[in-house]
């Protein structure tokens, strides 16, 4: 476990790189093969604005990753933070610890605001605006939404006071898990059921891509799947069942529309209807 908090803390920008790009190729390929869903769209036409939004993600993460590097040196100097104020404990829970305590503040609680607050919800509305939910939805943030979740996972890694080691293996992890939930692929049911319990599976995050309430306030988690179990935000819906986009946002055309997209977080709100309807 030592060796691998000494690689993350020195992960090269290279091997980051192949990760993201390894994990769109490998997940895109699987969707050709055992697509949950077949749409009925130009697949490279649709990723483009995907793929602009994941790359304004990479800019502003690079942008801020100085105030990351100096958070997690000073919570590690200075023994702050809650890993730190336990119990002395096995090196190997002392990381599962940082990392499940970071998919709570860094994710969970980020999406869980962004859906109760109506000014971030309309931030985060493009990515929930998607109406054929592939890979290449993963990072499909708003360069709004991306500052915001940039915020939480800073003020995850000072509360938590992880070290950059398993910050850096934290958002790795992320960053696959995110690319696997939001993929077009077609597990076995009872395989992503049992998957469920401990991590988020396909099946589990694409609930909360359907188009109305309650579904689409549910299911939060980005890695693991406790979170929602334990604050009671989990809920299932048969995949069969679900439509991705947003019923207050129907404009599937608009809503491919990077100019549009872009806008979309200005526009006035307007509130999610409550009725539950499949």
Same mark, same amino acid.
């Given at each position: 476990m030592e060796n691998i908090i000494t690689y993350f803390e020195n992960i090269p920008t290279l091997h980051r790189?192949?990760?993201?790009?390894?994990?769109?190729?490998?997940?895109?390929?699987?969707?050709?093969i055992l697509p949950l869903f077949n749409f009925k769209y130009k697949k490279w036409k649709h990723a483009l604005p995907n793929l602009f939004f994941t790359l304004t993600t990479i800019i502003i993460n690079f942008a801020l990753a100085f105030a990351l590097l100096e958070t997690a040196?000073?919570?590690?100097?200075?023994?702050?933070?809650?890993?730190?104020?336990?119990?002395?404990?096995?090196f190997w829970l002392y990381v599962v610890l940082g990392v499940l305590l970071l998919d709570f503040v860094g994710a969970y609680l980020a999406h869980f605001t962004e859906h109760k607050i109506s +000014?971030?919800?309309?931030? &985060?509305? =493009? $990515? #929930?605006?998607?109406?054929?939910?592939?890979?290449?939805?993963a990072n499909?943030?708003?360069p709004l939404e991306s500052v915001i979740r940039f915020i939480f996972t800073l003020a995850g890694v000072f509360i938590i006071g992880a070290p950059i080691g398993i910050v850096m293996l934290y958002q790795s992890m992320s960053l696959i898990f995110t690319q696997f939930t939001h993929a077009n692929i077609k597990?076995?049911?009872?395989?992503?059921?049992?998957?469920?319990?401990?991590? +988020?599976?396909?099946?589990? &995050?694409? =609930? $909360? #891509?359907?188009?109305?309430l309650p579904y689409t306030d549910s299911n939060y988690g980005n890695i693991f799947?406790?979170?929602?179990?334990?604050?009671?935000?989990?809920?299932?819906?048969?995949?069969?069942?679900?439509?991705?986009?947003?019923?207050?946002?129907?404009?599937?055309?608009?809503?491919?529309?990077?100019?549009?997209?872009?806008?979309?977080?200005?526009h006035k709100y307007r509130k999610p209807t409550n009725q539950i309807t499949k």
């Open positions: 790189s192949i990760l993201l790009v390894g994990g769109i190729t490998l997940f895109w390929l699987l969707e050709g040196d000073w919570v590690t100097t200075n023994n702050f933070g809650i890993i730190n104020w336990l119990p002395e404990m096995p +000014v971030l919800w309309m931030v &985060h509305l =493009v $990515h #929930h605006s998607d109406h054929e939910v592939d890979t290449t939805s499909r943030h708003h597990m076995p049911k009872q395989l992503d059921k049992l998957l469920s319990y401990i991590i +988020v599976s396909p099946d589990m &995050h694409k =609930v $909360h #891509h359907h188009y109305k799947s406790i979170w929602d179990r334990i604050f009671g935000t989990y809920m299932h819906l048969d995949r069969t069942e679900i439509v991705y986009g947003v019923d207050t946002f129907p404009n599937a055309e608009e809503n491919a529309s990077l100019k549009h997209l872009l806008k979309q977080p200005f």
